[in-house]
């Protein structure tokens, strides 16, 4: 879905507050969200703040003339791809469960035919009541989406579960409703981040990858269903919901795990930045400054990747290269010497690409020869790009092969 539509309402809870911020991430992963608040949440945060983020009108009234002219209800519930509730109050949550539809958010939710999902906020003894649980238990039952509430200090004075999951995790939830999940019966094994090659127990040679492009592909993968395990090497990233994560430090480890995986898996993204080198040996105390120059020595590390492309036999293996001068050349080069199915590239001396950024500029190279460039765009979009090149690439291999 190229530019969802979201519908997302407001109830006034005070982590309203942090619903713009879900707004501004949702522009920002290039949803178009239309916002409908109730009256309670208007004493919190004005529309205006809303409509400004979102860049469109905000709806807070079933019987405003105007708004029902230009909005309307109807046209809001039927226009969602996706609506959320966020945050959710235990009254909006106690009329939606009734089916009550005395106000504009919950007649919309009650009229689309969208997926719904709603994000519970409140205090903790409200959300442990057992009457607010069986409300969230008939949402469920109705077919809603339900995410848990987050643990900590909350708003009220009280520590303890009811805080509003963070923007972020809520953006999720979000793509990941919004995703087909076509990747149902793929297993799929991704690799991020760097190695590291130890020198001396404190120090060790390794490379600037952060792991966001690999976490990305992890995600998406999970989000549309595939069985995920991500071999990660060191990250400052928290592991993805939904998905098996190994951590691993050297080459050598990520080897291992990836072999072990190997033979059941349906595909392999090696998104990793794995050192081609490592230090002979590793110091078993810490090496002592003695003022003099020194010399090490560096042997090569195992080519994962290239090791899975000469075992592969219905897998299909998909490698990375980031490159800083003749792109193509060296991609296409380093494609057929792996034997990879795909290799996604990447000039990471282009504004918008590389290490420790959210966006990505690549080329996709398949074995035809055929160069796709993509435009930079968010990793997470780059990700869904790659799966979708992958399931094309099956659809026809299975036609070739037919
Ligand atoms: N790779 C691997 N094992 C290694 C080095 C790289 O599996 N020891 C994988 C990477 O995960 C990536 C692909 O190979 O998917 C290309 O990595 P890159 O470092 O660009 O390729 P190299 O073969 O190391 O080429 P060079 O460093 O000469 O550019």
Redesign the pocket.
């Known amino acids: 879905m190229e530019k969802p539509n979201i519908v997302l309402g407001v109830t006034g809870g005070i982590a309203c507050y942090k619903a713009l911020e879900l707004v501004r991430l949702l522009v920002q992963d290039s949803c178009d969200v239309r916002v409908v608040m109730t009256r309670a949440a208007a004493e919190f945060v004005t529309p205006l703040s809303f409509q400004t983020l979102s860049g469109s009108p905000v709806a807070t009234d079933l019987f405003s003339l105007t708004q029902e002219s230009e909005i309307g209800h109807i046209n809001l519930a039927d226009r969602a791809d996706l609506m959320v509730v966020a945050p959710a109050t235990a009254n909006v949550i106690a009329r939606l469960a009734a089916g009550i539809a005395d106000d504009l958010l919950t007649t919309v939710v009650l009229a689309t035919r969208a997926p719904v999902l709603v994000v519970p906020s409140m205090n903790v003894h409200m959300l442990e009541h057992p009457l607010v649980q069986a409300n969230l238990a008939k949402l469920r039952n109705a077919g809603y989406h339900v995410m848990e509430a987050a643990s900590g200090y909350l708003a009220c004075g009280y520590e303890g579960k009811g805080r509003l999951p963070e923007p972020q995790a809520i953006v999720e939830e979000a793509r990941r409703l919004l995703r087909p999940r076509d990747l149902t019966d793929e297993r799929i094994v991704v690799?991020a981040g760097p190695s590291r090659e130890p020198l001396d127990p404190v120090r060790f040679f390794s490379n600037r990858s952060s792991g966001k492009m690999g976490y990305a592909l992890a995600r998406a993968a999970a989000r549309r269903g595939a069985q995920v395990t991500l071999v990660s090497g060191p990250t400052a990233l928290s592991a993805p919901e939904g998905v098996r994560t190994v951590p691993v430090v050297t080459?050598e480890e990520m080897r291992e795990a990836v072999l072990a995986e190997f033979d059941s898996a349906t595909a392999v993204f090696?998104?990793?930045?794995?050192?081609?080198y490592r230090p002979r040996s590793a110091a078993g105390t810490k090496m002592k400054r003695n003022g003099k120059a020194i010399r090490l020595e560096f042997v090569p590390?195992?080519?994962?990747?290239?090791e899975l492309g000469a075992r592969k036999r219905q897998q299909i293996v998909v490698?990375?290269?980031?490159?800083t001068e003749s792109l193509m050349e060296?991609a296409r080069a380093?494609l057929h010497r792996?034997n990879l199915d795909l290799l996604v590239a990447n000039d990471v001396t282009q504004e918008g690409s590389g290490f420790d950024v959210d966006t990505n500029a690549v080329t996709l190279l398949d074995r035809d020869g055929t160069a796709t460039p993509l435009p930079v765009m968010s990793k997470d979009a780059v990700a869904d790009r790659i799966h979708d090149w992958f399931l094309q690439y099956k659809n026809q291999s299975r036609r070739r092969g037919a």
């Open positions: 690799t080459a090696m998104a990793a930045a794995v050192a081609d590390n195992p080519d994962i990747v290239a490698g990375f290269a980031a490159e060296n380093k792996k």
